[in-house]
């Protein structure tokens, strides 16, 4: 599926949509930089699926 297609798809049938955004250290250029972690996870009558994870240094630059 490309990616605009799943980003802009309906959430008609996910009763509970979870977004949670951590602060982790990572490597970049060699050096260690905070940076965030968006994960979102659908709960659907089958059970819990991870629907995709983004990084960015900083929340403002998650899409």
Do not use: I, K
Request: with cysteine; aromatic share 4%.
């Amino acid at each position: 599926m490309v990616l605009a297609a799943w980003r802009n798809r309906s959430l008609e049938d996910t009763p509970y949509f979870l977004l949670d955004v951590r602060c982790e250290r990572a490597r970049e250029a060699g050096q260690a930089v905070d940076c965030a972690v968006l994960v979102t996870v659908d709960v659907t009558a089958s059970g819990h699926r991870v629907h995709g994870v983004s990084v960015a240094l900083s929340e403002a630059d998650l899409h």
